[in-house]
């Protein structure tokens, strides 16, 4: 059964999550199946921009963590992790690079690796009842994969305050800070989308990408660099004693024990 479903229409690619029943969490079917659909959206010449969305209340929770403990208790956890680890690299910077404008449509809240996939799209639509959050450290893991975007779209400080914090940020509260372009109520967020879309489709196509790629070209460090650093940081801190404990306790729905050393 496919978990992802996608359709063109009008100049525009939709790439919608279809994993409800689970929040949307990335489970290594959905990130291969996301991955395979984005790049397939993206290599049609006629596409003007694209769309990603998701059924359900939440847009999307994160990792499957169940998938991830199971690793956890595997022989070659550690090359499952990596493996992991590279496959989100490879679609946040799909994503990030994209030549035409793309779009993260949220309904719902928006949780750890679903976050760095919103931040590696052009624009950010939002329903009120929105919200982010980075529980990872909550986990005993780290958001590393999205720490990247994350300080590129908001800076260091803020960026920073979500990542430690493991609190929620409203989507108003995103909106001021930049991460978010527009926050609308629930009723009126298809018609936010489609208003943003009118106004990017009078532009060039050739001029948008033009326009991209200098964008990309003007920061600090190239992005692709930062993400690729960042896939060690992220398979090394799901191989901890601390890992394995937070995946634990948040399954067995317990309060996690952890150890009371810093690592070395």
């Excluded at 959905?30 to 921009?49: F, G, H, S």
């Excluded at 490879?90 to 779009?103: E, F, H, K, W």
């Excluded at 948008?208 to 992005?223: F, P, Y």
């Excluded at 306790?249 to 690592?263: I, S, T, V």
Aim: hydrophobic residues 45%; charged residues 20%; glycine residues 6%.
């Amino acid at each position: 059964m496919s978990l992802v479903q996608t359709s063109f229409e009008n100049s525009i690619a939709s790439v919608v999550l279809c994993r409800s029943e689970k929040r949307n969490a990335l489970s290594r079917q959905l990130l291969d199946e996301l991955i395979t659909a984005t790049k397939q959206q993206l290599a049609n010449e006629d596409v003007r921009a694209l769309v990603i969305r998701a059924e359900g209340s939440v847009f999307c929770a994160g990792m499957d963590l169940g998938e991830m403990q199971q690793r956890a208790t595997s022989e070659d956890g550690p090359a499952q992790w990596q493996k992991d680890s590279e496959d989100y690299c490879q679609l946040l910077a799909d994503l990030y690079t994209a030549s035409v404008p793309t779009i993260a449509v949220l309904q719902g809240p928006v949780l750890a690796g679903g976050v760095g996939m919103v931040l590696a799209c052009d624009f950010v639509v939002a329903s009120d009842s929105a919200f982010v959050s980075l529980p990872e450290p909550q986990r005993g893991i780290t958001a590393a994969m999205v720490t990247p975007l994350l300080v590129h779209r908001l800076g260091a400080g803020p960026a920073t305050q979500l990542l430690l914090s493991g609190g929620r940020m409203s989507a108003a509260r995103a909106e001021a800070l930049g991460m978010i372009y527009s926050v609308t109520a629930p009723e009126d967020l298809n018609s936010a989308v489609d208003d943003l879309l009118a106004s990017i489709l009078k532009g060039s196509k050739q001029a948008l990408a033009i326009t991209k790629q200098h964008v990309g070209q003007m920061s600090e460090c190239e992005m692709l660099e930062k993400l690729r650093k960042s896939i060690a940081v992220s398979a090394h801190a799901r191989a901890s004693d601390d890992a394995r404990e937070g995946l634990a306790a948040f399954l067995e729905k317990r309060p996690p024990h952890w150890q009371p050393k810093q690592p070395k």
